[in-house]
Structure formats: structure tokens, C-alpha cells
């Protein structure tokens, strides 16, 4: 036990000399410490920027970490990016970390991402709700979609209330249906996914949010056609019951990173604000993992391999800066 | 006992039920009427304790540091630099074993650097083969305990390394063998330290019960800000966890050395340490063992919580592999968490167990035969490891390591399990749930949400004044006040009347499976088996299935919550029916009672006390699963906790949510547990 610390007080005091000795333009040699989500396209998506940071000769090491804790994680430097921000699900997540200080925006992905409540294309085809995807065929078909637990009301399940709050409810009385209609929270995206699987093999009726990119693309998903959305129609925006009908924003997806992260890795940094994909490059991540079967390492080699076309102008601009 | 008593309680018990009712009935429902709720006066608190910790960790007592990654200096306070460096130095230890078995760079990162490291691509520890690990646990299996635990640890090695699970497996083992040692050895200092100082033991008290009930998901963030992310900080909310059974069961059995035992200790001559540790806790050990069981156990439970703020290994993949619902991987990987627990936990009894031989005489090759037995499998591994290295391609060597998910597979066994048992159950279970959805949780809900709270106030404290004395009242009367002060009084009636029913039908069926299978000692050892799986195989495993069959409902996660929750209502039920002294029931065969009535009127009353802890563990127990039944979908404390991880004031909204959770806990815990006293008093047994 002595020995450990007296080897750790060593090696502090030696890294922090030879850290003082180090260039400032060259990235560090510590690794580059990237968050594992649950969720494959990031998953993947981590492998393929870790991919490219090796590419120039930096060290990657994945730091699994729970999605909502990893705001905070990267506000205090434990993690050095994020590359997935969904805003309809994260913003305020993402907003708060930046309030707080030691978060900074790396820039925004070119894919638009739509998060909105929806049904499974089965729904539509066993005509469980005839007039889907406009919402005003929700009015008629409430029935179908009742639960043990919503009272005979048509239940909508919406992800957990860290996401967005009580935009849904407020959106069911703002569309006038919250006589027929109820707002369940669920607890964690896997319920999401398991009351899809569930529903699916009792053939019932249900309403559940979800967004694209994702696995779920494969057996198909209907996002439902609600209000147009537009600046200050939620309450949180100034908004009041007459306009919250709205529906969901095309979102952003975000990167983030840690304050200090431009400093002690200049290049990797710039390839990383650099990075921007686009919503069928994300779509084809998950695909190699959730329909090809893959491993998310070996889906991330596979996918560098194929697109080099893709990420090596942005990394290219950092090599030729260097030499 | 005495015959006068009963009928005194139950008189006192309707009187209670008759206030009771004409409160809960004439009491107006308004919100301005304080007897039906009171005032949040604590609305602030959460801001109130948020800012503090924010002062604390952000402002208070400022130093300057100089950070040479962005060539400045930068202030930073005090006391996040101090536990930022017990966290680090918690993570060397980590890496060091981690390198050990895996191989890797970072523990000759501690003595040079990154730029070293880049330099010198040979500065690379090998991981140890697979093989070599699997024959020293066997080894040392048959060298602590014999054949049976060679054949179980060499088992476990070989299915780990069979799926696939190998890495991720031992990342979890190096994280459990730092913070397992950890736990035992902090708990037993703090138990020595409460044994030998009153005020101590008063002063730890507290701490241990909020430690013990409050959900650890609520603090994770200021675990987060403190420790950081990454496994030193899972390593710190891991040892948060499994510490306070050690300093408990520490400080039980010290109480319980007889007075003769250190008298005859102090007259030989012991100095104040040879008291201790080779009088007091020899003597203990029954209970200090127990306690290494308990470590054990709370640390490999912990492997998926601690797998959300950054701790590798099992329990992170076991969260990728249901969130795209594989359920059969997630299965596997649950095998795998068990099977280390299980392993562990034998190795480390049979470790305590081990006599030294202080009079055999043996020839240097029979001394040393364990080690030159460990180095023979070292170079068998390795020369193995390198002729696989010509065998296979793709940098694959499965005589070095498994990658990880290349191994075989029973997924698809496992998933058509599931789905054998949705097509067959659900219909079936449908109406079921819908029944009991409609006819029994909702009324009982309503029933708890519909009760004024000066009601609520009269039934908690006039129970505990009925059962444990104007003491207990008091204090349940305080833990209820704080919850009732805060804005979430309603959130905590609903998870009450979740915990409730969950206690009730664990109670019921721990009872009943216990006290059946106490009349068998092979039955016993089984359902014991079973005990140990349920506690340390991951709930989220299960949750899933639950929630196919069930939805996104109460019920779901109430049968998740029984599942757990009737492991320690069987356990000890088994344990105080079996500890009965055999003399008591010959003596009551003697007098010629039947076996049924031998059980209910000597048996019961006598293993009552023990039954009742049980019983008090199960109210625990339910309603920590309760709460991570928020991850299910629900509307009490745990989902606003949940939601607090993210929110901008969350370290202040998580602590009081979790005090909350833990004061519910300890309201219940505080009647039964002085219930139980007073019973075994009465007893005569202690």
C-alpha cells in the first residue's frame, strides 16, 4: 500500500515537471477521454471519432457514463467531448452544464434530428387509427389505445420527465385532447422499447415518443403530424394552453466539449468541431450494429474503411497545419 | 408473555383506528388547510443545501493552482483538490490491479508519462492469458476449501471466458477486489472505533442508517463534482454503499464477546492491540464474517449503478445489451456478476476459515509447492498463449484472450424463453394485471393520497407509541415532519403505498417459503442458494421481461420490487427457525405438542426477533427497489430524483429527495427495529 502512494506521488510530481517541459501547439500525449452512452449509434459514433484521433496520433480512452450524469462530467473535465446532443431530449442538460461553466459548444452536426411522439408502422396498417399520421385522427381512435392503468383514455408514452418536462401534457390540453388522451412517463429508453416489443406481439395500439436516427427505423415508425412548431409556442418559451398544440422542432444534434479541450489538444480539437454527419451516415451506424450484428468496435472500423471519402478532409486539414 | 398486555395493545390499536378514521374523514381536502396538508416551510431547502455544497466545492477556501495544460493558473477550492486526490490515488490502485490481470500502459504511466509512453511503444504491461487466470483460481480454490471450490471458481473462469465476457469481467473483478478490501477494512476501523467510544458509535449512527437507505442514484452528482467520473468515483459510491453492513455487523459482534473472554485476555497479559486483534475480533468473527459476505455482495450489486458514472466492465455493457433489449446477452452478463459474487465470497470465507498449521512439518518442496504450482501455470498459460498466436488470425487468440463478444453465445435460447413465456403467460396475466391494477393499487393509492396528513401523522406515531414507546413516537414523528415540511408529501405517499404493498406480499411469501423450508436443512442450504442469487443478479435484467408482461405499470414494478425484497423476509426467517435451540424443541416434543403447533408456539415466538430484522431488511430492500423503479416509469420520489440528476439545482433537489426516501426508511425502521428489543427483552433473549 506505502509503495503505491509513494508511486503515485512520484509520478505526479514527474508528470507535472515534464508536463511543464511539453510544446503548447502539439496535442498532449494524454488520452483522449471519450463517453460511452447506451444507446448504438453513439456507441459507435464514439469509435469512429476515437478512429480518427488515432488516425493523427493521439491516445482514445472510452469512459462509459450515464447520459444524464455526462453533462456534469464534462463541465468538470472527466470527459473530454460529447458528440451526440439531442436538443429536443438534452437541451437543458446541455444548457445548464453551459450556465455552469466548463462546457463549451463544438459545433453542430448536419443531421436533423426529429423527436416527436409516433406509432409503429403497424399501427397504421392494422388500421388501429384510421387518418394517422395527422393528429386530428387522435380524437376518434383513443380507445384502442387504453392501458390497464390510463382509465379507458388513450395512453401516450413519452420518454422520461428529464427530457422535456410537461411539454407533452401541456401539448394534450393545449390540442384539447386531454379528455381522451393521458401523458406516461416512462423511465429509461429501454421501457420505450420494451413496450414497443410488447405492443407489437399483442397487436395493440400504442403511442410512444421516439426519434430518427435510430434502430427502430428498421421495422418502420410513423412520426405523428402535429402543429407546426414555432418560436415561444411552449409555456417554457412564453407560450400559454391555446399555443402549446405545437409539435416538435427538427432538432439539432450538438457536440460539446470540455473548456480546456481546444488547449491541450489543439488538433484533435479542431477535427472535432470539424465533424459533421449527416443523418443517413448516423442511420448507417446503427444499422451495422442493430441490423448487421456487429460489434460497435468492429462496426466503427467497417465504417472508417468504407467512408474515408468522409472524415479524412478533416483530418487532413489538421495534418498538413503540422508539417 | 404476560396476559394482560394483548388485550391492552389491541384496545390501544382500535382506539388509534377510530381517531384515525374520524380524521381521515371530517379533515376538508383544501390546500389551504393545514391539517389536510402542511405548508412546504422546506421548499427551499434543496437551494439551500445546493448552494452550500456549491459554496463548499466552488468557493470556500480558494487556492491557486498552476495547470500546465492550459498554461495558466487556475483557482480551485480547497476541498475538491483534497477529494480529487484521494480519488486519483483510489485509481492508481485500480489501474494497478486492472494491469496486472488485463496488461496495459497507464500503471507505468504513474512513474513516467504520456510522452513516454508515445515514445516507447514497448512500454506496454502483457495481460496474464486467460488460462492462467482460470488455473490459479482453481488452485487456490482447492488450496483454500478443496475439490468443491476448485470446481466452482474453475467453472466460473471458464464460462466467463467462454461467452466472451472475459475483459469486461475482469475490469469488474479489479474494481471489486480495490473496493471490496476498501470496505472491509474502513468498516472495521469505524466498528472498532464505535466499540470503543459511546459517542462515536452516536455520532455514526445516523450516518450508517441515511447511508444505508438513501437511493444512491441521488448522489451521484455530488459524487460526480467530488470524485469525478470515471472508476475511482464509482469506487467511492461503491464503498458509500457496502460499507455500513461491515461497520455494523463489526460492531454487533464486538459487543457481543462475552465479558470473560477479555477478562481472561486482559489477565494474560494482552497489550490494548493484542486485545483486539487477537482476543475481540477472533472472537467476533461470526459477525465480522458475515459483514465480509454483506461487502461482497453490495459491492458486485452496485456494478451497474457505478457503471453510470464511469466505472468499466460488466455493468455498462449489461446497460447497451438491454437498451436494444437483448435480453439473452443481458442474461449472460447477469451470470457472469453472480458467478464472480459467488466466488468471491467462498474464496474469502474459506480464506478467514484457514487455521495457520503451526506444527507441520514439511519439506522445502511441500512449502513452496503453491507457488512453483502458480508458476508452472504461468509459463504453461503463456507458452499456450504464444503457439496460439500462430494458430489464429485476425489477432484473435483465443488461448490469450476471449475478445470480448466473440465468444459463443446462449442468446437466442434466452430470448426464446422470453418469448415462450409471453405467449404463453400474457394473456392470462393480462386480465390479472388489469385487475389488479384497477381493483386493488388504484383504490390503495388513492386510499394513502386521499388520507389528511395530520391522519397519516396519528396512525405512523400511535403505532410506533403502541408498539415501541413515547421515544420511538417522537422520533417517527420527526422524520415525518421533514417529508411533510418539503413539497413532496403527495410523491412520498405514493412511494409509500408502492413500498407498503411491496412489503406485505414479501413478508407474506418470505414467511411462508422460509419457515417451509427451515424444517429441511437441504431445503435451507437451496433457498439460500437462491437468496444469493436474487440480491447480486442486476434488477434490470428482469425488469424488462417484467415490463413485456406487465407494461409500463405499478404492477411492474412492484413484482420487481418483491422479487428483491423477499430475499431477506426468507433469509432470516431460515436463519432464526434454525437457530431455536434443539434442547427448547425436544423439550416441546417432550411435552408431546405436534410438530405444527411446536411451530407456532415455540418456534415463532422465539425466532421472532430475528424474523423481525428480517422483516425490517425487507422494508429496506422494498423500498430501494421502489425507487429504481423509476428507471420503469413511475410518479413518486424516485422519478423526481431521477430528473434531478440532470437539473441545473440537482445536488440540492437529489439530497433532499433522498433524505426523503431514507427518512420513510428509517420511520419504520425505528418502530420495528424497538419492537423487536422490547419482544426479545421479553424473551429473555438478550
Known amino acids: 500500500m506505502k509503495r503505491h502512494i509513494k508511486g503515485t506521488l ?53 469512459v462509459p457514463v450515464d447520459n444524464q450524469a455526462s453533462f456534469e462530467a464534462v463541465r468538470v473535465g472527466d470527459i473530454h467531448t460529447l458528440h451526440e446532443v439531442w436538443q429536443s431530449t438534452m437541451q437543458n442538460a446541455y444548457y445548464a452544464a ?26 397504421i396498417d392494422q388500421g388501429l387509427c384510421p387518418g394517422l399520421p395527422a393528429w386530428e385522427a387522435l380524437k376518434d381512435c383513443y380507445a384502442n389505445f387504453a392501458t390497464p392503468d390510463s382509465g379507458g383514455k388513450g395512453r401516450w408514452l413519452e420518454g422520461p420527465l428529464s427530457w422535456h418536462g410537461d411539454v407533452m401534457p401541456n401539448r394534450i390540453k393545449g390540442l384539447g385532447l386531454d379528455d381522451t388522451w393521458v401523458v406516461k412517463f416512462a423511465g429509461a429508453a429501454d421501457a420505450l422499447w420494451a413496450e414497443l416489443e410488447a405492443a407489437k406481439k399483442e397487436g395493440r395500439g400504442t403511442v410512444i415518443f421516439n426519434w430518427t436516427p435510430n434502430f427502430t427505423d428498421a421495422e418502420g415508425f410513423s412520426f405523428i403530424e402535429f402543429p407546426p412548431y414555432y418560436d415561444g409556442c411552449r409555456i417554457a418559451d412564453g407560450g400559454d394552453l391555446s399555443t402549446t398544440g405545437c409539435g416538435s422542432p427538427k432538432g439539432w444534434l450538438k457536440k460539446a466539449a470540455h473548456y480546456k479541450f481546444p488547449k491541450t489538444h489543439p488538433q484533435a480539437y479542431t477535427i472535432f468541431s470539424k465533424i459533421s454527419f449527416t443523418t443517413p451516415q448516423i442511420g448507417s451506424m446503427a444499422a451495422l450494429v442493430d441490423l448487421h450484428k456487429m460489434t460497435h468496435e468492429d462496426a466503427a472500423v467497417k465504417w472508417l474503411a468504407d467512408n474515408e471519402d468522409v472524415w479524412k478532409p478533416w483530418t487532413a486539414s489538421v495534418l498538413g497545419e503540422s508539417n | 408473555m404476560s396476559p394482560p398486555r394483548i388485550p391492552l395493545k389491541a384496545v390501544q390499536f382500535s382506539g388509534l383506528l377510530v381517531a384515525f ?28 443545501i445546493n448552494d452550500t455544497v456549491q459554496k463548499l466545492l466552488f468557493e470556500w477556501m480558494p487556492i ?76 487456490l480454490g482447492y488450496r483454500l476449501r478443496g475439490i468443491g471450490l476448485a470446481i466452482l471458481a474453475g467453472f466460473s473462469t471458464v464460462y466467463i471466458s467462454v461467452f466472451g465476457q472475459w475483459e469486461p469481467s475482469m475490469q469488474t473483478l479489479s474494481f471489486v477486489l480495490v473496493t471490496a478490501p ?153 451470470v457472469c456478476i453472480v458467478l464472480i459474487a459467488v466466488v468471491l465470497d467462498k474464496m474469502s470465507l474459506a480464506w478467514a476459515h484457514k487455521q495457520k498449521d503451526y506444527f507441520a512439518d514439511r519439506t522445502l518442496f511441500q512449502r513452496y509447492s503453491i507457488p512453483i504450482l502458480l508458476v508452472a501455470i504461468l509459463a504453461g498459460g503463456s507458452i499456450l ?58 383504490p390503495m393509492r388513492d386510499l394513502y393520497l386521499g388520507m389528511p396528513v395530520v391522519a397519516t401523522f396519528l396512525l405512523m406515531m ?105 430475499v431477506p423476509a426468507t433469509r432470516y426467517t431460515i436463519e432464526g427457525l434454525r437457530s431455536v435451540p434443539v434442547v427448547i424443541q425436544e423439550a416441546g416434543t417432550m411435552s408431546g405438542v405436534s410438530r405444527m403447533q411446536r411451530l407456532v408456539s415455540i418456534e415463532f415466538p422465539l425466532a421472532f426477533p430475528h424474523i423481525m430484522l428480517g422483516i425490517n431488511q425487507t422494508v429496506i430492500f422494498g423500498l430501494f427497489m421502489v425507487i429504481i423503479g423509476a428507471f420503469i416509469g413511475t410518479t413518486d420520489l424516485g422519478q423526481l430524483i431521477l430528473k434531478a440528476i440532470s437539473d441545473r439545482h440537482g445536488t440540492g433537489i437529489g439530497i433532499t429527495l433522498g433524505l426523503c426516501v431514507a427518512f420513510i426508511g428509517l420511520a419504520v425502521d425505528q418502530i420495528i427495529r424497538t419492537w423487536a428489543e422490547r419482544r426479545k427483552k421479553e424473551l429473555g433473549l438478550g
Not at chain 1, 34 to 49: E, F, G, L, T, Y
Not at chain 2, 394 to 421: C, M, S
Open chain 1, 10 to 62: 512520484i509520478g505526479v510530481l514527474s508528470a507535472g515537471i515534464l508536463a511543464l517541459a511539453g510544446t503548447a501547439y502539439a496535442d498532449s500525449n494524454e488520452p483522449i477521454k471519450i463517453p460511452i452512452k447506451n444507446w448504438s449509434s453513439q456507441i459507435v459514433m464514439a469509435h469512429v471519432i476515437g478512429g480518427m484521433f488515432e488516425s493523427i496520433g493521439n491516445t482514445v480512452e472510452y
Open chain 2, 462 to 566: 400511535g403505532t410506533a407509541y403502541i408498539l415501541a414507546g413515547f421515544r420511538s413516537a417522537l422520533i417517527v414523528g420527526g422524520f415525518l415532519l421533514f417529508i411533510a415540511f418539503s413539497e413532496y408529501w403527495d410523491r412520498a405517499l405514493i412511494t409509500a403505498y408502492m413500498a407498503s404493498f411491496v412489503v406485505i406480499v414479501s413478508a407474506v411469501i418470505g414467511l411462508t417459503v422460509g419457515s417451509l423450508c427451515a424444517q429441511s436443512a437441504v431445503a435451507s442450504r437451496a433457498i439460500l442458494l437462491v437468496c444469493d442469487f436474487l440480491q447480486t443478479f442486476p434488477s434490470f435484467i428482469y425488469l424488462i421481461p417484467v415490463i413485456m408482461l406487465f407494461g409500463i405499470t405499478d404492477t411492474s414494478v412492484i413484482i420487481a420490487s418483491v422479487v428483491y425484497a423477499t
Open chain 2, 385 to 442: 498463449a504464444w503457439i496460439g498466436s500462430f494458430l489464429f488470425e485476425e489477432g484473435r487468440n483465443y488461448l490469450y484472450i476471449v475478445p470480448h463478444n466473440k465468444g459463443i453465445t446462449t442468446a437466442p435460447f434466452w430470448q426464446a424463453a422470453v418469448d415462450w413465456t409471453w405467449d404463453t403467460f400474457f394473456f392470462i396475466l393480462k386480465d390479472f394485471n388489469e385487475f389488479l391494477i384497477t381493483q386493488v393499487l388504484f
Open chain 2, 64 to 139: 491557486e493552482i498552476y495547470d500546465p495544460d492550459i498554461d495558466d493558473y487556475e483557482s480551485s477550492p480547497l476541498f475538491r483538490e483534497v477529494t480529487r486526490a484521494v480519488s486519483s490515488s483510489l485509481l492508481v490502485i485500480i489501474e494497478f490491479t486492472r494491469e496486472v490481470i488485463l496488461g496495459g500502459v497507464k500503471t507505468i504511466v504513474v512513474f513516467t508519462d504520456w510522452d513516454f509512453i508515445n515514445e516507447n511503444p514497448w512500454a506496454h504491461w502483457p495481460a496474464l492469458p486467460w488460462t492462467v487466470i482460470t488455473g490459479w483460481a482453481i488452485v
Open chain 2, 21 to 48: 378514521f374520524v380524521l381521515a374523514n371530517f379533515v376538508d381536502s383544501s390546500d389551504a388547510n393545514w391539517l389536510w396538508r402542511f405548508p412546504p416551510l422546506l421548499k427551499d431547502l434543496p437551494f439551500i
Open chain 1, 98 to 123: 453551459m450556465e455552469k461553466g466548463g462546457l463549451i459548444d463544438a459545433g453542430t452536426h448536419d443531421a436533423e434530428t426529429l423527436e416527436e411522439m409516433g406509432v409503429p408502422n403497424w399501427v
Open chain 2, 182 to 334: 476498501v470496505s472491509v477494512v474502513l468498516g472495521l476501523a469505524l466498528g472498532i472505533w464505535a466499540f470503543r467510544s459511546k459517542s462515536v458509535e452516536a455520532a455514526l449512527n445516523p450516518l450508517l442508517n441515511v447511508a444505508q437507505t438513501m437511493p444512491h442514484y441521488s448522489y451521484l452528482v455530488p459524487v460526480i463534482v467530488l470524485f469525478g467520473v470515471g472508476d475511482h468515483a464509482a469506487a467511492i459510491a461503491t464503498i458509500i454503499f457496502a460499507t455500513p453492513p461491515m461497520v455494523r455487523l463489526t460492531l454487533l459482534g464486538l459487543k457481543n464477546v462475552p465479558a470473560d473472554v477479555v477478562d481472561a485476555g486482559v489477565m494474560n497479559g494482552c497489550g490494548r492491540f493484542q486485545l483486539l486483534f487477537r482476543v475481540l475480533i477472533p472472537t467476533a468473527k461470526r459477525d465480522v464474517l458475515i459483514g465480509v459476505n454483506q461487502v461482497v455482495m453490495q459491492c458486485l450489486a452496485m456494478t451497474v449503478i457505478a457503471s453510470f458514472i464511469g466505472a468499466q466492465g460488466l455493468g455498462s455493457n449489461l446497460m447497451i445489451a438491454l437498451n436494444s433489449l437483448k435480453i439473452g446477452t443481458g442474461i449472460e452478463i447477469g
